[in-house]
């Protein structure tokens, strides 16, 4: 674990999660391929409910398989939601959502791992700031079905966190593209985190590729 304070965050974030009907083999390597186009961060993302990775020994052995692509590049790699499979899994850290288990929690049981967090509006950032993870989400910036019924946070909200120029790291999140990444840059954000725009593309490296240089371009 003492390797993975030496895996900086990068710019571009991948959260990934298994699609219903996917392959693993097809998951990995998708994941792959982003690395290869650019990702420099990445997040695994096995919902609860779902049948094949939803306990916790799937969600392990998956994580592991994830890790390994990660780290062979010297990506960051993190868990969402479980601090038990991102301990279980040698993970770098693990992400956690506003109604997961508190940080002040998370750290007493898991010290070495670094920390990130969902924020969805101001005071949530506000919050975020005073934990200190490793870093912070904010979003979601537009409607996305990876978080149904959660209400869009919007360009403003993107903007009201860049003008609190937080020291720690943060990234823009939610239905993120090539068609609106300029105005989320423009909006203030140096860092964005994405999942159907790159493992949902028909070129998975290309897409990340594209968007990587987009960001880096800015920052």
Known sequence: MTESLYR?????????????????????LRIQDALD??????????????????EARPYIALSEKVRDLAHARHVPFFVNDRIDVALAAGADGVHLGQDDLPVVWARQIAPKLRLGRSTHKPADADQALAEAPA???????YATPTKPGRAAAGLDYVRHVAALAPA?????????DLSNVQDVLNAGATRIAV?????DARDVVAAADALRRVVMSRS
Not at 37 to 54: E, F, H, I, N, P
Not at 135 to 141: E, I, K, M, R
Not at 168 to 176: D, F, N, Q, V
């Open 168 to 176: 720690l790291p943060w990234y823009a999140i939610g239905g993120i």
């Open 37 to 54: 186009g650019g990702v420099d961060t990445l997040q695994l993302r096995c919902k609860a409910d779902d049948s094949r990775y939803g």
């Open 135 to 141: 870093y912070f989400a904010t979003g979601p910036v």
């Open 195 to 199: 999942v159907r725009a790159v493992l």
């Open 8 to 28: 900086p965050l990068g710019h571009l974030y991948l959260v990934a999660t298994p699609r219903p009907q996917q392959s693993e083999t097809d998951f990995l």
